[in-house]
């Protein structure tokens, strides 16, 4: 899974049946620190999530799937967690 | 997933059998801002997309599930036309 801020909401009318009543959110993958890192990602909201909050997000499909709950899903990524704290102690 | 537009389509007729039917669009991968990000690549429609739509692109195997039964041999599938996206306060 990676860290990452959710930054905003895709509307969209037209689109595969398994994304009907599913939430899509902007998220910006970030380092621990919370620095942005790489491109803004699409993802199915699990958790109910909101912007601006710091997310867990699974970059794989079989269990993007199943976070959402739907046979067949063409998914590739889906919050799991909404981030209260992260303690990192390096070296 | 990720934010892309369609700038184009592709026409192969010599092909895996299985992309019998498919249509094959050009898409720019987008950052949330709508600039371009990365190299223009080649995805299936299973939405009904085209050129100058806004569409919201799966990568993976999943890019094969709308097609299911039939193994579609893809890595990138279009599966949402975007009406619209709206950035919060960061």
Known sequence: MILARVVGQVVSTMKRPQFEGAKLLLVQPETPGGEARGNTLLAVDSVGAGVSERVIVVLE????????????????????????????QED | MQLGRV?????????????????????????????????????????????????????????SFPFH?????ADAGIVGIVDHWTLGER
């Open chain 2, 7 to 63: 700038i184009g389509d592709v026409v192969a007729t010599r092909k895996d059998p299985c992309y019998e039917g498919v249509k094959l669009l050009v898409v720019q991968p987008l950052t949330a801002d709508g600039a371009a990000a990365g190299r223009p690549l080649v995805a299936v429609d299973s939405v009904g997309a085209g050129v100058g739509e806004h569409v919201f692109f799966v990568r993976g195997k999943e890019a």
């Open chain 1, 61 to 88: 499909g079989r269990a993007a799937g199943e976070a959402l709950g739907r046979r067949l899903a063409p998914v590739d990524a889906a919050i799991v967690g909404i981030v209260d704290d992260i303690d990192v």
């Open chain 2, 69 to 73: 039964p039939v193994e579609v041999p």
